[in-house]
T-cell receptor
Framework: GENVEQHPSTLSVQEGDSAVIKCTYS??????FPWYKQELGKGPQLIID?????GEKKDQRIAVTLNKTAKHFSLHITETQPEDSAVYFC???????????FGAGTRLTVKP | KAGVTQTPRYLIKTRGQQVTLSCSPI?????VSWYQQTPGQGLQFLFE???????NKGNFPGRFSGRQFSNSRSEMNVSTLELGDSALYLC????????????FGPGTRLTVL
């Protein structure tokens, strides 16, 4: 079945720096890759997603890149701000069992 | 547009009891998925409902069940609670499928004593 691995588990950056979080997946049939941000006491919030027919997608300071051959996708946050501090999750569908598999999460801390 | 709402937000139960959690999806969304979130296991898929039918099910024991009503609202039930069931239970709604944009509610924090 689908195995989604996410790295790093924690990431600390200075305000204004860039942050990159990487995920790998195993199911070659996967074609939808969302990223979620979860703040303390809240549910995950969809921040960006990408489908397998494109290699990159951008939304202001956030971008996601996808390499289907290597089965990995990454979240890029530029010009980080303290309010970017949260736990970020990647996910990929597991078609055999018909569910979404989530990475273990990355705790991002942006120091002012 | 109102977001996904979940009730109650917090719940304390004792072992052996049962619990019912409720989720109201975004208006117009027909897919409702439930997830369990724990520090040790992360986010794990429980099941997905679409048009009152369970479409997908994760790898959880039969003590975990759910249902969806004609207005797309969903409930999940856990019977014979165990200490290990303590978790944040999240509901997510999507227009048609969990393989598309999902929007999560704030979750219900269940503590089993």
């Amino acid at each position: 079945g689908e195995n989604v691995e996410q790295h790093p588990s924690t990431l600390s950056v200075q305000e204004g720096d860039s942050a990159v979080i990487k995920c790998t997946y195993s199911d070659s049939a996967s074609n939808y890759f969302p990223w979620y941000k979860q703040e303390l006491g809240k549910g995950p919030q969809l921040i960006i997603d990408i489908r397998s027919n494109v290699g990159e997608k951008k939304d202001q300071r956030i971008a996601v890149t996808l390499n289907k051959t290597a089965k990995h996708f990454s979240l890029h946050i530029t010009e980080t701000q303290p309010e970017d501090s949260a736990v970020y999750f990647c996910a990929a569908p597991e078609y055999n069992n018909n569910d979404m598999r989530f990475g273990a999460g990355t705790r991002l801390t942006v120091k002012p | 547009k109102a977001g996904v709402t979940q009730t109650p937000r917090y719940l304390i139960k004792t072992r052996g009891q049962q619990v019912t959690l409720s989720c109201s999806p975004i208006s117009g969304h027909r897919s409702v998925s439930w997830y369990q979130q724990t520090p040790g296991q992360g986010l794990q898929f429980l099941f997905e409902y679409f048009s009152e039918t369970q479409r997908n099910k994760g790898n959880f024991p039969g003590r975990f069940s759910g249902r969806q009503f004609s207005n797309s609202r969903s409930e999940m039930n856990v019977s014979t609670l165990e200490l290990g069931d303590s978790a944040l239970y999240l509901c997510a709604s999507a227009a048609t499928s969990s393989y598309n944009e999902q929007f999560f509610g704030p979750g219900t924090r269940l503590t089993v004593l």
